[in-house]
């Protein structure tokens, strides 16, 4: 039987009040994406709204428009399905093998507090099931417990976008959650590359990538653990 995934996107499409657009990391999406369709997953996607997931629009510059972002780009299957996602209040852990948060900035706004995403994360986790998030989306666990009562990234190995790379993107003022922080806060281990290098956590049954190009390794990590 197929394993079933479910990817969980973003709904928020403002930049904080600088008038820019966000979203959705196309990258983000596109290489895990893949990477689970290949290998005869079932993927289910799901949003806090629901509906279209509104894509960064930087995401669509030539330079960050990598062979999976081009493959999407001409596929209409895949175009439908991030048109019409189900609402996040929707969705149930036992539906699903494994659950995955692709990045991109929007996350920090309308994933980072979201009742609905902890209950899940929490009742995923408490199944034995995997959980990967990548580049901004590692953010959705800074609320979530463990079945013990701690948090769940404490004492654990994790990764996310990092300080320096908010900087280099010079953004740091403008978002209300830096990855980093809010990662060593909660007691993980924060581990990071170079900016905009490879970097991948696997720890019990988290994974976490910290950019943009960690995203398809984060997904064939969360693709082990599945076995």
Wanted: glycine share 8%; charged share 25%; proline share 6%.
């Amino acid at each position: 039987m197929a394993k079933s995934m479910l990817m969980v996107m973003t709904s928020h499409e403002l930049m904080g009040d600088t008038g820019n657009k966000t979203g959705m990391w196309l990258e983000e999406f596109a290489s895990p994406y893949y990477a689970f369709k290949d290998a005869g997953y079932s993927i289910t996607l799901a949003s806090p709204m629901g509906g279209q997931v509104p894509i960064d629009p930087n995401s669509l510059s030539d330079d960050a428009m990598t062979d999976d972002a081009m493959r999407y780009t001409k596929d209409e299957v895949a175009r439908s399905a991030v048109a019409s996602t189900i609402p996040l209040e929707d969705v149930q852990a036992d539906e699903f093998d494994a659950v995955f948060y692709p990045g991109g900035h929007g996350p920090l706004w309308d994933l980072s507090d979201n009742a609905h995403s902890i209950k899940l994360i929490e009742d995923m986790i408490a199944a034995e099931k995997p959980v990967a998030a990548v580049c901004h989306a590692p953010i959705v666990l800074k609320d979530v417990k463990s079945p013990d009562g701690k948090f769940l990234v404490e004492g654990k190995s994790v990764t996310g976008f990092s300080n320096s790379e908010e900087a280099a993107m010079e953004l740091t003022d403008v978002v209300p959650y830096l990855v980093e922080d809010e990662l060593v806060i909660k007691g993980g281990n924060y581990e990071s590359a170079d900016d905009f290098a490879v970097k991948v956590c696997t720890d019990g049954l988290l994974v976490t990538g910290q950019n943009p190009p960690s995203s398809r390794p984060a997904a064939e990590a969360l693709m082990k653990l599945l076995g």
